[in-house]
């Protein structure tokens, strides 16, 4: 991952998605009396702001036994004045990542830098080239000490760094690989949830199979684009996944490209850290594992094959091929306007009619 920082855009090449039958799902919201005062400030920042939907690979042991992964939000116009108050950026900044999180401070959901969020650090000059597993517990608990001691403060009997689910707080990429579906948004749009969010209550209450990281991820972006995000009631059983957020968020973006929906990618640092693997849904997980499948098929062959089915007909998701890697760099100018085209930015286009192609002489031996 360079450690440099680029003015990028994130481009994609066309892939084969599949289309699911899903249910409606809608959340109504009521943004507060701030929404216009936000709008002000934020109709004077630049072009190109974005919502991107995070579907992280799972890791380690529990990421063994539950393989759907993590799902967060990025925004790269909307920062945060603290862990729970989100506010427009201002020049330089780079936005902030939001998601649930199960047992930490008893909150619903928490807003961390981007920067630090990936990497744990305040600077992208210091973001290391490769880490070890000590060298990754050493920069986390660093930043923890120096930004997270509200949230995760000191363990009273080691006055050492405290267990708990707080090192998903900040980097991310030292343990996984991460794939990211944006579209663009409005100003109005980044006013209005930001008004939303910082009225909402904010109180926590994980739930794994029906209030997950997942299911706020959907609902954050179907504040943005209502009904966009759907449950999936047969590959998932009605369990939201980051792979059917991601699913339904790149489906829905195909049927609006005026929104220019693009990926990207957020590879995992290099280093001895073991590697993440790829996010399954419900029923892919179950088909994909033999310790798993092997018995259901022995006990329940009817069930092991419903499994199969509805992973096939509807639990398959192919990632694009030739993904951009994201570089940090997407920083907040109120003065300078982003470049109009802007030329290497491709959007996700739905999938060309098949067509039958021209007989030649003699195909190519590398195709």
Known sequence: MPSTVKNTVFTDTPATWNTWTVNRIQS???????????????????????????????????????????????????CADSHTQLRPCHDGEFGVVISRYHKVDHLDWIAIPIVAYLYAIDNTADIPTSVTKQQEGEIRDAYRKQHLEDLAPDDPKTGEAPKGEWIQLVGSAYDRSIHGFQIDTTPEQDARFIAIFNDRKNVGHFNLLFHNCADFSKLVLNTYEPHAVHRNFIADVGITTPKQDARSWVNYGKKHPELNPSAFVIRQVPGTVSRSHPDDGVAESLVKSKKYILPLTILAPEVSGGVVVAYLVDGRMKLPKGTPVFNIGDEETSDTPAPSPTPDRRPLTPDPAPTTPAATPSPSPTS
């Open 28 to 78: 109504s919201m009521r943004p507060s009396k701030t929404f216009a005062v936000l709008l002000l400030c934020l109709a004077a920042t630049a072009t190109h702001a974005s919502v991107a939907l995070l579907m992280e690979e799972p890791y380690g042991s529990f990421g063994a036994m539950n393989p759907t992964g993590h799902a967060a939000i990025y925004l790269n116009h909307i």
